[in-house]
């Protein structure tokens, strides 16, 4: 359809327009705007009608603008009872006021008002969302409607600046799970947030719309967004949710992150998801839970990636392809002997610039840094000045490779200090 035959009008001066039959009959007037969602999310269903008995709903292709700036009905026929409002997203009344997640600028904002679009003319004139208002213009529309004439007060909020997110960029909150399967309502645009950006819109959002939406994520992403979160946030991110939901988060999680996590909660909620959790990952929790969270050991990560000794660079390929844990976090291959005694570190360039059939011993470094488990905090963050670290091994008394600590962990400390 041509964008150039588009007119763009708010919902703020639509509301309440008088819908009239082509005899010039009061039919109803305009209470609310009923939109799709999901893969038709944003295309206008039909307008929502106040009428003598009771609300109503017409297409939008059923109705005209006339020059007055009244609404016509080109058939009263498509004027039908509104039976199901759970189907249907109201601009007015789910949207106006609310809280709404600005996915391209990855932070939430609260709406005043919403702009439409007419499109075409004659037998296609549809109604289409083009965005929504969360500035100023929105908030003047709503104080000024009804002191000045539609025209004027039109004219008027256009002088003041726009600050519009457009309708692909909104993802609208739905605190009632029922009603939001039956929206079709998913917030799987989040998932490409980053977890830092995500962690902070669930911080601005109101304690209820953060329920909806981090109840609704799948494990992987709520599990990314609670290591971003600061512990008071994590504490309310997980306090609605049972046990076995919490366990299925926390295994996805980073060991030293799910360790630092339950540390914070008491210690009868901590062994309830702890028994729910699969014992592998239980076991590298418990754990980390015994260390002195001020230790090397009590930041570290046992999430990395080690082969042996002799191992060519085609093996350490392969172990990072079989690895687990999360593969931006990993900046060196560890070479372990049978005892798993740390015997080289190998950067990742190193890596990829060698032949597969070359032995990492030839890579490694010439000098093996590492810490034992019981270094404090501050010394660590002077040994990651001192050397520039992306990462630092930590070992036993035996020398034996027990985890690694890494920059984001030490950088977290220094925040907390400041």
Request: contains cysteine.
């Amino acid at each position: 359809m041509d964008p150039r035959t588009a007119t763009r009008v708010s919902l703020t001066a639509l509301l309440g327009t008088p819908v009239t039959d082509a005899q010039g009959h009061l039919r109803g007037r305009l209470k609310d705007i009923a939109v799709a969602t999901g893969p038709d999310a944003g295309k206008v269903a039909g307008l929502v009608l106040k009428t003598r008995s009771g609300l109503a709903m017409v297409p939008s292709q059923e109705v005209l603008e006339t020059p007055a700036g009244t609404l016509e009905l080109r058939s009263p026929a498509a004027l039908v009872p509104l039976k199901d409002e759970g189907s249907y997203l109201f601009l007015q009344q789910d949207l106006v006021d609310r809280q709404i997640i600005d996915i391209h600028g990855r932070k939430v904002v609260r709406v005043n008002d919403v702009d439409l679009e007419w499109m075409g003319r004659g037998s296609a004139h549809l109604l289409r969302v083009a965005e929504v208002e969360v500035g100023t213009r929105g908030a003047f529309r709503r104080i000024f409607k009804g002191l000045l004439p539609r025209a004027k007060l039109e004219a008027a909020s256009r002088k003041l600046a726009a600050k519009g997110i457009p309708w692909q960029f909104v993802d609208v909150i739905e605190v009632d799970p029922t009603r939001r399967v039956k929206l079709r309502i998913e917030y799987e645009r989040l998932a490409e947030i980053h977890p830092s950006d995500l962690a902070d819109i669930l911080e601005d959002l109101a304690p209820a719309e953060r329920e909806a939406v981090f109840t609704s994520l799948d494990e992987e992403v709520a599990a990314e967004a609670l290591e971003e979160a600061d512990p008071k946030l994590q504490k309310s991110l997980l306090e609605k949710l049972d046990e076995e939901r919490i366990a299925d988060i926390v295994e996805e999680m980073d060991p030293g992150a799910a360790a630092d996590l339950l540390a914070e909660l008491s210690e009868d909620q901590t062994d309830a998801i702890l028994e729910e959790m699969e014992p592998e990952e239980r076991q590298e929790v418990e754990e980390l839970l015994e260390f002195d969270e001020n230790s090397a050991a009590g930041c570290m990560t046992t999430d990395f990636v080690s082969v042996g000794k002799d191992a060519t660079v085609a093996q350490a390929v392969q172990a990072l392809r079989n690895f687990d844990g999360d593969p931006e976090s990993v900046t060196e291959i560890f070479l372990l002997d049978e005892k798993r005694v740390l015997r080289g570190a190998i950067p990742l360039a190193r890596l990829v610039m060698a032949q597969p059939d070359t032995r990492l011993s030839v890579l490694a470094e010439p000098r093996i840094l590492s810490c034992p488990q019981d270094m404090k905090q501050n010394e660590l963050a002077e040994l990651f000045d001192k050397y520039n670290l992306h990462a630092l091994p930590v070992v036993d008394a035996q020398e034996r490779m027990v985890g690694v600590v890494q920059a984001e962990q030490v950088i977290a400390f220094l925040r907390e200090k400041l």
